[in-house]
T-cell receptor, first 114, second 112 residues
Framework: AQSVTQLGSHVSVSEGALVLLRCNYS??????LFWYVQYPNQGLQLLLK??????LVKGINGFEAEFKKSETSFHLTKPSAHMSDAAEYFC????????????FGRGTSLIVHP | DAGVIQSPRHEVTEMGQEVTLRCKPI?????LFWYRQTMMRGLELLIY????????DSGMPEDRFSAKMPNASFSTLKIQPSEPRDSAVYFC??????????FGDGTRLSIL
């Protein structure tokens, strides 16, 4: 069975600082991994995804994530936070060849201070 | 390209009333999902369909909840009778297999 753990329900950074949102997963088969962002009063939007190939994945709005199989991690980073990055971020995993249905983490709220 | 469309965006009704939420998925997508989001429980998968057929409804909380997908372009989630604890944001999402889900903007439901 697959599962996702997002460490920290809230992360607070200053504008211009590095953003690091942590995601660890468990999966019995090669995973597909996703990061979604949710702005207030909106649905989730895809930030980036990893399926196969390059382990460093670049997404929209300057975000990127690195798949580390040995650490079962898929942490999301951005070199310099903007005020507009304040939102809820969700990590999700699905299994190649499995039921496909993704499992979502509980989410991390990113707070950006001026 | 239109995204997933949900209606209504907001619904306020009294306990005991029937509530119907509607969803139009992205054309060509063969998976449709209904989620519920609350502060306490986070994002919960209620039910999903593949090619209009319900595949897993184990997340539906009670028999008061039902979902249908009469055709590839329309789905409903119904609560009858509604209770205050059903208050939440309900999302519909659609996708192709092993592809990212596309979410609607949700229906914010308040049961008084």
């Amino acid at each position: 069975a697959q599962s996702v753990t997002q460490l920290g329900s809230h992360v607070s950074v200053s504008e211009g600082a590095l953003v690091l949102l942590r995601c660890n997963y468990s999966s019995s088969v090669p995973p597909y991994l996703f990061w979604y962002v949710q702005y207030p009063n909106q649905g989730l939007q895809l930030l980036l995804k990893y399926t196969t190939g390059a382990t460093l994945v670049k997404g929209i709005n300057g975000f990127e994530a690195e798949f580390k199989k040995s650490e079962t991690s898929f942490h999301l980073t951005k070199p310099s936070a903007h005020m507009s990055d304040a939102a809820e971020y969700f990590c999700a995993v699905s299994e190649e060849g499995g039921s496909y249905i993704p499992t979502f983490g509980r989410g991390t709220s990113l707070i950006v201070h001026p | 390209d239109a995204g997933v469309i949900q209606s209504p965006r907001h619904e306020v009704t009294e306990m005991g009333q029937e509530v119907t939420l509607r969803c139009k998925p992205i054309s060509g997508h063969d998976y449709l999902f209904w989620y519920r989001q609350t502060m306490m429980r986070g994002l919960e998968l209620l039910i999903y369909f593949n090619n209009n057929v319900p595949i897993d409804d184990s997340g539906m909380p009670e028999d008061r909840f039902s979902a249908k997908m009469p055709n590839a372009s329309f789905s409903t989630l119904k609560i009858q009778p509604s209770e205050p604890r059903d208050s939440a944001v309900y999302f519909c999402a659609s996708s192709l297999r092993n592809q990212p889900q596309h979410f609607g903007d949700g229906t914010r439901l308040s049961i008084l």
